[in-house]
Nanobody, 116 residues
Framework: QMQLVESGGGLVQAGGSLRLSCASS????????MGWYRQAPGKQRELVAS???????NYADSVTGRFTISRDDAKNTVYLQMNSLKPEDTAVYHC??????????WGQGTQVTVSS
């Protein structure tokens, strides 16, 4: 069973930056898609960014131009660089990895809080 562990969350002022990491307990060379999702209190979980095996990326409109997703399969890790953070970015951020057979693995989440 693959386990994912997120890190890098915390409290930051508006305009600041954070870099989230999500490390897998197993090799990610068979992982197709990786993604970051977030869930704010009282809201549904939403896709923030995704990246596939071909390094094609996709972003939510609300984070385009501010966030960057990347993956390093040699380190079994996916990253989310978050710049120009806004209070509305406050949420629990979860990573997800999906095999070619559509099996999904989720991390427990890391809290990101942006103060105004």
């Amino acid at each position: 069973q693959m386990q994912l562990v997120e890190s890098g969350g915390g409290l930051v002022q508006a305009g600041g930056s954070l870099r989230l990491s999500c490390a897998s307990s197993r090799s990610t060379f068979r992982i197709n898609a990786m993604g970051w999702y977030r869930q704010a209190p009282g809201k549904q979980r939403e896709l923030v960014a995704s990246i596939n095996r071909g390094y094609n990326t996709n972003y939510a409109d609300s984070v385009t131009g501010r966030f960057t997703i990347s993956r390093d399969d040699a380190k079994n890790t996916v990253y989310l660089q978050m710049n120009s953070l806004k209070p509305e970015d406050t949420a629990v951020y979860h990573c997800k990895m999906s095999n070619w057979d559509s099996t999904e693995y989720w991390g427990q989440g890391t809290q990101v809080t942006v103060s105004s």
